[in-house]
Protein backbone atom coordinates (compact mmCIF):
# COMPACT_ATOMS: atom_id res chain seq x y z
CA UNK A 1 0.00 0.00 0.00
CA UNK A 2 1.80 3.34 -0.98
CA UNK A 3 1.99 5.71 1.47
CA UNK A 4 -0.46 8.78 1.78
CA UNK A 5 0.36 12.01 1.72
CA UNK A 6 -1.57 14.94 4.02
CA UNK A 7 -1.29 18.62 3.03
CA UNK A 8 -1.89 21.71 4.89
CA UNK A 9 -3.45 24.57 3.04
CA UNK A 10 -3.12 26.97 5.62
CA UNK A 11 -4.53 29.87 3.29
CA UNK A 12 -4.07 33.67 4.29
CA UNK A 13 -4.00 32.63 8.37
CA UNK A 14 -1.88 33.18 10.76
CA UNK A 15 1.21 35.35 11.83
CA UNK A 16 5.10 35.14 12.98
CA UNK A 17 4.02 33.85 16.37
CA UNK A 18 1.23 31.64 15.38
CA UNK A 19 2.67 29.82 13.30
CA UNK A 20 5.89 29.63 14.98
CA UNK A 21 3.97 27.75 17.86
CA UNK A 22 1.71 25.64 15.13
CA UNK A 23 4.86 24.54 13.88
CA UNK A 24 6.21 23.48 17.23
CA UNK A 25 3.00 21.34 17.83
CA UNK A 26 2.95 19.73 14.63
CA UNK A 27 6.31 18.44 14.99
CA UNK A 28 5.69 17.49 18.55
CA UNK A 29 2.27 15.65 17.47
CA UNK A 30 3.85 14.38 13.71
CA UNK A 31 7.52 13.55 13.98
CA UNK A 32 7.08 10.16 15.12
CA UNK A 33 4.08 9.39 12.92
CA UNK A 34 6.87 7.91 10.16
CA UNK A 35 3.81 6.02 8.13
CA UNK A 36 2.61 9.23 5.62
CA UNK A 37 4.05 11.85 4.40
CA UNK A 38 2.85 15.25 5.68
CA UNK A 39 3.27 18.92 3.67
CA UNK A 40 2.47 22.38 4.94
CA UNK A 41 1.87 24.93 2.53
CA UNK A 42 1.86 28.22 4.11
CA UNK A 43 1.51 31.76 2.41
CA UNK A 44 4.61 33.23 0.80
CA UNK A 45 6.54 35.14 3.32
CA UNK A 46 6.62 32.53 6.21
CA UNK A 47 8.50 29.97 3.72
CA UNK A 48 11.66 31.12 5.17
CA UNK A 49 9.78 30.62 8.74
CA UNK A 50 8.75 26.95 7.93
CA UNK A 51 12.37 26.10 5.89
CA UNK A 52 14.25 27.17 9.69
CA UNK A 53 11.66 25.63 11.58
CA UNK A 54 10.94 22.55 9.64
CA UNK A 55 14.45 21.79 8.01
CA UNK A 56 15.67 18.34 8.75
CA UNK A 57 11.91 17.03 9.95
CA UNK A 58 9.78 14.55 8.77
CA UNK A 59 7.20 17.77 7.91
CA UNK A 60 7.92 19.18 3.94
CA UNK A 61 6.67 22.57 3.16
CA UNK A 62 5.68 24.36 0.11
CA UNK A 63 3.46 27.01 -1.18
CA UNK A 64 -0.02 27.88 -2.43
CA UNK A 65 0.52 29.42 -5.00
CA UNK A 66 3.71 30.56 -8.56
CA UNK A 67 3.76 32.72 -11.31
CA UNK A 68 3.14 31.03 -14.57
CA UNK A 69 6.35 32.96 -15.55
CA UNK A 70 9.89 32.26 -14.69
CA UNK A 71 11.19 35.55 -14.26
CA UNK A 72 10.68 38.92 -15.09
CA UNK A 73 8.86 42.56 -14.99
CA UNK A 74 5.81 40.79 -13.36
CA UNK A 75 4.61 43.11 -10.17
CA UNK A 76 3.45 40.78 -7.13
CA UNK A 77 4.38 37.44 -8.95
CA UNK A 78 6.67 34.70 -7.13
CA UNK A 79 8.96 32.54 -9.77
CA UNK A 80 9.33 28.85 -9.06
CA UNK A 81 12.92 29.65 -8.72
CA UNK A 82 12.09 31.58 -5.45
CA UNK A 83 10.38 28.95 -4.04
CA UNK A 84 13.49 27.23 -4.19
CA UNK A 85 15.85 29.40 -2.91
CA UNK A 86 13.55 28.90 0.45
CA UNK A 87 13.59 24.61 0.68
CA UNK A 88 9.94 24.25 -0.89
CA UNK A 89 9.11 21.25 -2.39
CA UNK A 90 5.68 21.52 -3.27
CA UNK A 91 3.33 23.81 -4.27
CA UNK A 92 -0.59 24.42 -4.82
CA UNK A 93 -2.07 25.26 -8.17
CA UNK A 94 -5.36 26.72 -9.68
CA UNK A 95 -7.14 26.03 -6.05
CA UNK A 96 -10.39 26.82 -7.09
CA UNK A 97 -10.46 30.46 -3.99
CA UNK A 98 -7.86 31.95 -6.80
CA UNK A 99 -9.67 30.15 -9.96
CA UNK A 100 -12.75 32.40 -8.89
CA UNK A 101 -11.29 35.70 -7.40
CA UNK A 102 -8.33 35.71 -9.62
CA UNK A 103 -10.15 34.37 -12.93
CA UNK A 104 -7.27 31.70 -13.33
CA UNK A 105 -8.04 30.18 -16.15
CA UNK A 106 -7.16 26.84 -17.08
CA UNK A 107 -4.21 27.60 -19.71
CA UNK A 108 -2.74 29.41 -16.93
CA UNK A 109 -2.93 26.93 -14.49
CA UNK A 110 -1.60 24.61 -17.14
CA UNK A 111 1.62 26.94 -17.71
CA UNK A 112 1.85 27.21 -13.38
CA UNK A 113 1.87 23.25 -13.62
CA UNK A 114 4.69 23.28 -16.05
CA UNK A 115 7.05 25.74 -13.84
CA UNK A 116 6.76 23.76 -11.31
CA UNK A 117 7.67 20.49 -12.72
CA UNK A 118 10.52 22.22 -14.88
CA UNK A 119 11.63 23.28 -11.46
CA UNK A 120 11.61 20.37 -9.50
CA UNK A 121 8.95 21.11 -7.51
CA UNK A 122 5.82 18.85 -7.37
CA UNK A 123 2.88 20.60 -8.54
CA UNK A 124 -0.45 20.04 -6.59
CA UNK A 125 -3.27 20.18 -9.39
CA UNK A 126 -6.96 21.31 -7.57
CA UNK A 127 -9.42 20.41 -9.82
CA UNK A 128 -13.41 20.13 -9.03
CA UNK A 129 -17.11 21.72 -9.93
CA UNK A 130 -19.17 23.92 -8.65
CA UNK A 131 -22.49 22.64 -7.22
CA UNK A 132 -24.36 23.51 -10.09
CA UNK A 133 -22.19 21.58 -12.51
CA UNK A 134 -22.41 18.43 -9.74
CA UNK A 135 -26.04 19.09 -9.79
CA UNK A 136 -26.64 19.06 -13.68
CA UNK A 137 -24.51 16.15 -13.70
CA UNK A 138 -21.72 17.29 -15.69
CA UNK A 139 -18.78 16.86 -12.80
CA UNK A 140 -17.20 14.54 -14.72
CA UNK A 141 -17.24 16.82 -18.13
CA UNK A 142 -15.58 19.62 -15.89
CA UNK A 143 -12.70 17.77 -14.04
CA UNK A 144 -12.17 16.55 -17.54
CA UNK A 145 -11.35 19.65 -19.34
CA UNK A 146 -9.41 20.81 -16.56
CA UNK A 147 -6.68 17.59 -16.55
CA UNK A 148 -7.28 17.51 -20.42
CA UNK A 149 -5.64 21.24 -21.03
CA UNK A 150 -2.68 19.99 -19.58
CA UNK A 151 -2.45 16.90 -21.10
CA UNK A 152 -3.47 18.56 -24.81
CA UNK A 153 -0.78 21.27 -23.93
CA UNK A 154 2.29 19.17 -22.20
CA UNK A 155 1.38 15.32 -22.56
CA UNK A 156 -0.14 13.21 -19.76
CA UNK A 157 4.06 12.61 -18.69
CA UNK A 158 3.89 15.33 -17.33
CA UNK A 159 1.75 14.03 -14.30
CA UNK A 160 4.48 11.40 -13.67
CA UNK A 161 5.53 12.42 -9.89
CA UNK A 162 2.43 14.86 -9.79
CA UNK A 163 0.03 15.28 -7.22
CA UNK A 164 -3.59 16.02 -8.21
CA UNK A 165 -6.29 17.13 -5.67
CA UNK A 166 -9.90 16.36 -6.02
CA UNK A 167 -11.68 19.66 -4.31
CA UNK A 168 -15.42 19.56 -5.17
CA UNK A 169 -16.17 23.40 -4.59
CA UNK A 170 -19.52 22.82 -2.71
CA UNK A 171 -16.62 21.25 -0.36
CA UNK A 172 -14.77 23.40 0.30
CA UNK A 173 -15.02 25.13 4.42
CA UNK A 174 -18.20 24.28 3.98
CA UNK A 175 -18.53 21.84 6.46
CA UNK A 176 -20.05 19.46 4.17
CA UNK A 177 -17.35 17.38 2.39
CA UNK A 178 -18.19 15.07 -0.19
CA UNK A 179 -19.04 10.98 0.34
CA UNK A 180 -16.42 8.36 0.55
CA UNK A 181 -18.23 7.01 -2.69
CA UNK A 182 -19.00 10.35 -4.09
CA UNK A 183 -14.90 10.96 -4.02
CA UNK A 184 -13.78 7.45 -4.84
CA UNK A 185 -15.68 7.85 -8.31
CA UNK A 186 -14.54 11.30 -9.45
CA UNK A 187 -10.73 10.01 -8.10
CA UNK A 188 -11.34 6.94 -10.69
CA UNK A 189 -12.51 8.96 -12.99
CA UNK A 190 -9.12 11.18 -13.08
CA UNK A 191 -6.51 7.85 -12.92
CA UNK A 192 -8.45 6.61 -16.02
CA UNK A 193 -8.50 9.75 -17.93
CA UNK A 194 -5.01 9.99 -17.11
CA UNK A 195 -3.96 6.36 -17.52
CA UNK A 196 -5.72 6.83 -20.85
CA UNK A 197 -2.69 8.26 -22.34
CA UNK A 198 0.05 7.21 -20.15
CA UNK A 199 -0.70 4.19 -17.57
CA UNK A 200 2.21 4.27 -15.07
CA UNK A 201 2.15 8.21 -14.60
CA UNK A 202 -1.51 7.38 -13.80
CA UNK A 203 -0.96 4.18 -11.34
CA UNK A 204 2.04 6.31 -9.55
CA UNK A 205 -0.03 9.12 -9.32
CA UNK A 206 -1.26 10.62 -5.98
CA UNK A 207 -4.72 11.62 -5.93
CA UNK A 208 -5.71 13.83 -2.83
CA UNK A 209 -9.26 14.70 -1.59
CA UNK A 210 -10.01 18.20 -0.65
CA UNK A 211 -12.89 19.91 1.22
CA UNK A 212 -14.52 19.28 4.82
CA UNK A 213 -11.73 16.52 5.91
CA UNK A 214 -11.95 15.96 9.62
CA UNK A 215 -10.36 13.33 11.52
CA UNK A 216 -13.72 11.91 11.71
CA UNK A 217 -14.51 11.70 7.92
CA UNK A 218 -10.82 11.16 7.28
CA UNK A 219 -11.35 8.00 8.17
CA UNK A 220 -13.34 6.91 5.94
CA UNK A 221 -12.34 9.10 3.01
CA UNK A 222 -9.15 7.39 3.31
CA UNK A 223 -10.17 4.10 3.01
CA UNK A 224 -11.00 4.43 -0.82
CA UNK A 225 -8.87 2.52 -2.73
CA UNK A 226 -8.35 5.83 -4.83
CA UNK A 227 -7.77 8.24 -1.94
CA UNK A 228 -4.47 8.77 -1.40
CA UNK A 229 -4.51 11.30 0.83
CA UNK A 230 -6.22 15.10 1.55
CA UNK A 231 -6.06 18.57 1.09
CA UNK A 232 -6.66 20.09 4.28
CA UNK A 233 -7.92 23.90 5.26
CA UNK A 234 -9.45 24.52 8.26
CA UNK A 235 -8.57 21.58 10.23
CA UNK A 236 -5.24 22.10 9.74
CA UNK A 237 -5.16 25.35 11.79
CA UNK A 238 -5.40 22.93 14.74
CA UNK A 239 -2.39 20.84 15.18
CA UNK A 240 -4.54 18.39 17.29
CA UNK A 241 -7.74 18.11 14.30
CA UNK A 242 -4.17 18.03 11.57
CA UNK A 243 -2.65 15.10 14.22
CA UNK A 244 -5.81 13.21 13.37
CA UNK A 245 -6.25 13.67 10.25
CA UNK A 246 -2.72 12.41 9.67
CA UNK A 247 -3.22 9.53 11.95
CA UNK A 248 -6.18 8.62 9.45
CA UNK A 249 -4.03 8.44 6.86
CA UNK A 250 -1.17 6.29 8.59
P1 LIG B 1 -11.31 23.00 3.95
O1 LIG B 1 -10.41 23.50 2.73
O2 LIG B 1 -10.63 21.80 4.53
O3 LIG B 1 -11.35 24.17 4.90
O4 LIG B 1 -12.65 22.67 3.38
C1 LIG B 1 -9.87 22.58 1.82
C2 LIG B 1 -9.12 23.29 0.73
O5 LIG B 1 -9.51 24.39 0.35
O6 LIG B 1 -8.11 22.80 0.25
Known amino acids: MPRKLVVANWKMHGNLISNHQLMID ?23 QAQSLLNGSVIAWGAQNLSK ?7 GEVSANMLNDFGAT ?26 AKSHGLTPILCVGETLIEREAGVMEMVVAKQIDTIINRYGAEIFSGAV ?6 WAIGTGLAATPDQAQSMHEFIRNRIASHNKEAASALK ?23 GLIGKCSLSAQEFEGVCRAAS
Do not use: W
Open 26 to 48: YLDRLSALNTVDVVVCVPYPYLA
Open 69 to 75: DSVGAFT
Open 90 to 115: YVIIGHSERATAYCESDENIAAKFMQ
Open 164 to 169: VSYEPI
Open 207 to 229: ILYGGSVNPQNAVQLFRMQDIDG
